[in-house]
């Protein structure tokens, strides 16, 4: 990325000298290495500035043109445990008319085709389901998703932010219309990500909704950062080429970390689906035991209660109760995101602070005193 912070200033968009075309080769280079990551046309790769103007784009400008489509149908679809980038989006598509309804999750936070089924029971324009949770790391059956949508005439939107750095992703085997991503969910630079869409797919293209330009096939005006972009396609290459064996590394670990804790600590449970999760994702409820109480006892460690893009705001993950989850158990969950550059040793000094620190913050709640008592209770 150096050179084109400091050197090649060249604006991809301009075609009458040096400068630019450098820069466009140094863009289209990038495009080419992102389709290749999940199997695409390099031509269907839709620079954004991240995951969440991706989201927008497939949910509000696809939705607009699949309405022009077919106008009477208003139906949209969605799962209760997406990122806000997707429930927002569809939030303010219903106020402009548009009917969404949200599908609820298992206890194990995977979408049952059958409900999806139902559901396309009735004309419906698009669906939108998350390929693996950012919060509980749960992924979703989503070829078999995309099939019933494509089925009832469906478009399919997969927001994939959370999964290329350690799954391989194919958009013609998965078969869904567009997939959202984001290059800081693959060690890339923040503040650029992609929509890529489907070459083969029968469902009428997004409209735009920035206009100022023209740049990106039409879809996505404004000047592109051509660092962002060239991060963007280095860290895609090197996913490629590493994230089978970082994956089996990442579920050693990780399920080395929950072994230990389930061992030595009661009361735990694991949130989600463990089978078919992120490799690097262990999201567990310390029952009696406030998640931030947890985090304010742990600053080496670097966790989170809930989503990072929510975690300001101190309210029940809504991804959790959509598990079926209680308040108290919403409250207590902490997400370990575990990474490529973390350790075994790490994972161990983790687990040591975290033992150490339960103990000492649950002999201090009233919440797990009265657990306790309701357990002795129980046995008696």
Known sequence: MQPYFAEEFGNAASRTHAYGWRAAEAVERARAQIARLVGA???????????????????????????????AVTRLLGCRTEHRA?????????????????????????????????????PVLLVSVMHANNEIGVTQPIAELARLAAAAGAAFHCDAAQS????????????????ALSAHKLYGPKGIGALVLRRRSTQPRPEPILHGGGHERGLRSGTLPVALCVGFGQAAELARESREADAKRLAGLRDRLWARLSAELPELVLNGSLEHRLPGNLNVSFLGVEGEALLAALPELALSTGSACTSAKREASHVLRAL???????????????????????????????????PKLRALSPVWDELSRGKRRAAR
């Not at 989201?55 to 043109?65: F, M, T, V, Y």
Request: glycine share 10%.
């Open 41 to 71: 046309d390099a031509r269907d790769v839709i620079f954004t500035s991240g995951a969440t103007e991706a989201n927008n784009l497939a949910l509000c400008g696809g939705a607009r043109a699949l309405r022009r489509a077919r106008p």
């Open 86 to 122: 997707v429930l927002d989006p569809l939030g303010a598509l219903e106020r402009e008319g548009f009917a969404t309804s949200l599908l609820s999750v298992g206890a194990d936070g995977r979408l049952d085709p059958e409900a999806l089924r139902t559901a396309l029971a009735e």
């Open 164 to 179: 290329p750095a350690s799954l391989a992703l194919d958009l013609e085997a998965l078969g869904v219309d567009s997939l």
């Open 324 to 358: 079926g989850a209680g308040e108290a158990r919403a409250l207590s969950a902490l997400r370990f995101g575990i990474g490529r550059e973390n350790s075994a040793a790490e994972l161990e000094r983790a687990a040591d602070c975290i033992v150490a620190a339960v």
